[in-house]
């Protein structure tokens, strides 16, 4: 009965939603607005031409993503679990790359297409060919941008089933920008991100049980330096005896700030002068190292930055 009833309805409507599409598709169209030279010219521009800029932010951020492998950044898509920031890792040559292969696997790479203005220095193992050194020009005009912002928090988070206990809180917070504005006859882009991590590091340490908190020695110098030791350890008894009698599982809180920014500028230099296109970026990241066992980890600061400057000149219609 209820069907029917809707099978009516549509049936009802339907025609006039018809009818009032035909009359809207019979009316003349307005003229639109003469468009400039410019404008014709970038709307005969190829769709990939247009979104150059975009796809050259894409590669230039996977190409850092495998350079300095920053605490905290995980492809969580592809199934990538965080690094252990116990392993110490110099960033030289390729061994970003091999950490990254050692957690997600080796996906070997034929290159077919070699540019000579690019560096291809491990990318038979997956990784990203160096950018090029010449910056393409970003050929969108007008004004155009957005906007985003991103928030995890434990409260939807499972426990580990290696964790003891609850839950620890945890937060983290993702946003950024992009902006496009028009400048004379170029362009100025802009864009910004921060990453905002507040949370807990689970681990196994072995700790002191509560028989050999007691220094035994009765020397004050030595009693001293015994008791800055113990209490370097946490203050709580071992939990899992079942693996050691020393054995405990436990949290200690963790906070990284990953910053970056970009800017782009593309100015025409005027006529036969060519064009020139700047690019700057900078990363930065402070993280403040979890603490197990007082003194295991050190803070660290990572400072990032890249600058690149292109001058192109057509020289004839030839070149």
């Not at 050194?133 to 991103?150: K, S």
């Amino acid at each position: 009965m209820q069907v029917s009833r809707v099978v009516a309805l549509l049936r009802s409507v339907g025609l006039p939603l018809i009818l009032c599409g035909l009359l809207q598709a019979q009316q003349p169209l307005k003229p639109a607005a003469e468009a400039t030279p410019r404008e014709r010219a970038e709307e005969s521009a190829p769709q990939p031409a247009r979104e150059a800029a975009t796809a050259e932010s894409e590669k230039a951020n996977a190409a850092q993503r495998a350079a300095l492998n920053l605490l905290g950044e995980v492809d969580a898509s592809g199934g990538e679990g965080r690094r252990n920031e116990n392993v110490r890792m110099t960033l030289i040559d390729n061994n970003v790359l091999k950490e990254l292969n050692t957690r997600m696997g080796t996906t070997a790479t034929v290159i077919t297409d070699f540019r000579v203005e690019q560096g291809y220095f491990g990318t038979e193992f997956g990784g990203q060919p160096k950018a090029a050194l010449h910056v393409e020009p970003n050929r969108r005009r007008g004004v155009h941008g957005n906007a985003n912002w991103t928030h995890n928090n434990s409260i939807f988070s499972a426990r580990s089933f290696f964790q003891a206990g609850d839950v620890q809180p945890a937060r983290t917070n993702d946003y950024g920008f992009n902006l496009g504005l028009p400048l004379k006859d170029g362009a100025l882009t802009l864009s910004g991100a921060q990453r905002k991590l507040r949370g807990q590091v689970n681990g196994n340490v072995l700790v002191p049980t509560p028989e050999e908190r007691t220094p035994l020695t009765t020397d004050p110098a030595t009693r001293a330096m015994v008791l800055r030791i113990l209490a370097a350890y946490p203050d709580v008894a071992p939990n899992r005896t079942d693996v050691n009698p020393r054995a405990l599982n436990t949290n200690a809180p963790q906070n990284i700030d990953n910053d970056r920014f970009s800017a782009g500028l593309d100015q025409p230099l005027g006529t036969g002068r060519g064009q020139l296109a700047l690019r700057y970026n900078f990363v930065l990241q402070k993280v403040e190292a979890f603490q197990m066992v007082g003194g295991q980890n050190p803070d660290t600061t990572t400072r990032n930055h890249t600058a690149r400057a292109t001058w192109s000149r057509a020289w004839s219609a030839a070149t």
